[in-house]
């Protein structure tokens, strides 16, 4: 057990295998279950909410963790955050962005509100539609900050593209200034996910 725990591939296959054989036996000693569009979007739930676990606490994990801590570590030590860490975390960062994004589309369109939610219910939704809506839309936003604003800034501030200076500190400044607004629309779109899903 502990080779499996000291591999990250190893935990992430055994935990694979775990949650496979948890769904096998739901579907042989419960009621079971058919792979028709109720099991898809169950399915492309469940890899939402993975996704967004992923990209949310990405997002947390710089702005709670990763940018407060810059002012403080010794200029010796931040290569080793700017040359490994930020763009290994920057790798999973945007693809669970796109991922989230995706998934939620497929799971709206399985359940048949994909037109309702993306024009907030407008012209014959309903409140549950609306509130989606908001949080579908917000999460838009925030991938597009992520694809389109924060990774190339990123890319010049790490040195991925050669740049001066000048340059770099301005990127890394509108990188930050982007990663905060979505923090600050990460808590309006989370409430607006689960208000529809449990108030409606």
Known sequence: MVSILQSLSKTIHLSLVIAFLFLLA???????????????????????????????????????????????????????IGKIIAPKALFWFR?????????????????????????LGFGGGDAKSTTIGIGMWLGIIMAYNVWFVIWPNQKKALG?????????????????????ANTILSFPMLLSMVAAQNLY
């Open 160 to 180: 991925i593209i050669e740049c001066k200076q000048e340059e770099k500190t301005q990127s890394a400044k509108i990188a930050i200034l982007f990663s905060r």
């Open 95 to 119: 693809w669970s962005a796109l991922a989230t994004i995706i998934t939620g589309l497929i799971v709206s369109y399985l359940q048949g509100y994909v037109h309702q939610a993306m024009t």
């Open 26 to 80: 739901l579907h042989l000693f419960g009621d079971g279950f058919v792979f028709d569009r109720y099991f898809f979007s169950w399915l492309f739930r469940y890899l939402h909410v993975i996704s967004g676990i992923m990209w949310v606490g990405l997002l947390w994990y710089f702005n709670f963790v990763q940018i407060p801590s810059m002012a403080i570590i010794p200029d010796d030590q931040k290569p080793v």
